[in-house]
């Protein structure tokens, strides 16, 4: 499974940014999709999840500001985020789970800095 991510950035605060995520190879039984952070000195959380029957997880500090959503012809997930503030600032990582054989995999990071 190969996870390619984009849309971070640079952006004020107050503002919005759309993170895509687009999942190709063997993707047959990834269950759930989803966005985590890492700011520096900081450990990796989640930001939110959605499952292939469109269960959705946000974390309580992006409740109400950011919408997650997947496209299933695609295979893509995205991240709507609005209402930005600098503790927003942090790499964003797609993870994808693989329920069948208790993989997770990993894209690779797209910074997203809100500026004050």
């Known amino acids: 499974v190969q996870l390619q991510a984009s849309g971070g950035g640079l952006v004020q605060a107050g503002g919005s940014l759309r993170l895509s995520c687009a999942a190709s190879g063997s993707i047959f039984s990834i269950n759930v999709m989803g966005w985590y952070r890492q700011a520096p000195g900081k450990e990796r959380e989640l930001v939110a999840s959605?499952?292939?029957?469109?269960?959705?997880n946000y974390a309580d500090s992006v409740k109400g500001r950011f919408t997650i959503a997947r496209d299933n012809a695609k295979n893509t997930v995205y991240l709507q985020m609005n209402s930005l503030k600098p503790e927003d600032t942090a790499f964003y990582y797609c993870?994808?789970?693989?329920?069948?054989?208790?993989?997770?995999?990993w894209g690779k990071g797209t910074q997203v800095t809100v500026s004050s």
């Open positions: 959605i499952t292939r029957g469109d269960t959705i």
């Open positions: 993870n994808a789970y693989d329920s069948y054989y208790g993989m997770n995999y």
